[in-house]
């Protein structure tokens, strides 16, 4: 297959992450693939990942020179399916992917991303494009969010890791990380007011930036844990961190599927998580102690944290080894990348040019 990834997003975020993997994953599989995108990070590293990245400026929703551009790299290109994100990637590559007859899918990363509005519908029904989410959770709640939008009309295939194979640890004081952007949403603050009420002796690893940085530093401060939290901002290695640590937070008010919680299981981490959006379709059954009620308090939090800190070394190890297993068995990118390659290769020929 020729395939094309589509990404008009201004700021890096779970859905480049996921399209660099697949994609690299696809190529290795025969498949080419070229990627466009608006901002130069992205572009970068797609040119890593997959020898092709080029960056585009979108313009306007409709823009005839942006339309006119994708059609000829689509020609150039003979790319047989286009997938795109939202709202600007759907206005320019997408119509110039339905006036050439390629089909076209757009990923959904949150149940409410597209609003209902007359313009979106329109799209829809001018490009027919069939729909993709990473979980149950969210492909459910988009269906009740559009509802000209049909269950049949959606594919899920959940986000993708590759779990580590280096030997698990038990540090002494127990290391936690946290690895999320660092705005209201992600619950960082509570997160702060717990580890303020926790004796037992531990360190935290924050990754990230975000709007809320210079309020969560001033909030830990005023807590007197300065001297327990590391403050590590944006980190282009998070994987080495995640690997010295033992425990993996996040305690988001809403989520779709996290990449971070994925990422923290495949590299071996015990998950203590809220549940919300699709956490728990990727939580093993024997593994959902450590998930709390989506309306957990700081009190709540510190209790199941300090639980965790005081686990004997071997009885964490296991945990953490169970939670690895689990990204192998449940969300291996092998494993969803072919399930990806035979929805896109059934879309592609039911949806003839």
């Known amino acids: 297959m020729n395939i ?3 990404n008009a997003t201004r700021k890096w975020g779970g859905v480049k992450s996921w399209t660099l ?3 690299e994953r696809l190529c290795s599989f025969g498949h080419d693939v070229h990627i466009y995108g608006r901002q130069p990070a992205f572009v970068e590293a797609a040119v890593k990942a997959v020898g092709h990245g080029r960056q585009v400026s979108f ?3 409709l823009n005839p020179r942006a339309i006119a551009f994708f059609m000829s790299e689509f020609r150039r290109h003979a790319t047989d399916i286009v997938c795109v994100n939202v709202g600007k990637d759907l206005a320019t590559a997408g119509i110039a992917a339905r006036i050439m007859g390629i089909p076209v899918i757009q990923r959904i990363g949150l149940p409410e991303d597209i609003p209902y ?5 329109l799209l829809h029904r001018l490009i027919r494009p069939a729909f993709l989410c990473p979980c149950r959770f969210i492909a459910e709640g988009f269906t009740r969010s559009l509802p000209y939008i049909t269950p049949e009309d ?3 295939v959940l986000n993708g890791k590759t779990a580590t194979d280096h030997t698990l640890v038990a540090h002494a004081p127990r290391r936690l990380i946290a690895t999320q952007q660092l705005n209201p949403d992600k619950g960082h603050d509570t997160l702060l007011r717990a580890l303020a009420r926790i004796v037992t002796p531990f360190e935290c690893h924050i990754v990230g930036t975000g709007s809320a940085e210079t309020r969560l530093k001033e909030l830990a401060a005023s807590l007197g844990i300065a001297d327990r939290v590391v403050w590590h901002g944006f980190r282009p290695d998070v994987a080495s961190l995640l690997e010295q640590s033992d425990i993996f937070l996040l305690a988001s008010h809403s989520e779709g599927l996290p990449n971070t919680l994925l990422e923290g299981m495949a590299t071996g981490l015990l998950p203590l998580s809220r549940d919300v959006g699709g956490v728990g379709e990727v939580i093993p059954a024997d593994l959902t102690r450590w998930m709390l009620p989506r309306d957990a308090d700081d009190e709540a939090f510190a209790a199941r944290i300090e639980e965790a800190l005081n686990l004997p070394a071997p009885d964490l190890l296991r945990l953490r080894e169970r939670a690895r297993e689990a990204s192998r068995q449940t969300f291996d990118l092998t494993t969803c990348t072919r399930e990806l390659e035979t ?5 592609i020929d ?3 040019k």
């Open 350 to 352: 039911t949806r003839h």
């Open 4 to 6: 094309a990834f589509v």
């Open 117 to 121: 509005r007359l313009k979106t519908r």
């Open 154 to 156: 959606v594919h899920t």
């Open 21 to 23: 993997a697949f994609a």
């Open 59 to 61: 313009g306007a929703d």
């Open 343 to 347: 929805w896109l290769q059934h879309i």
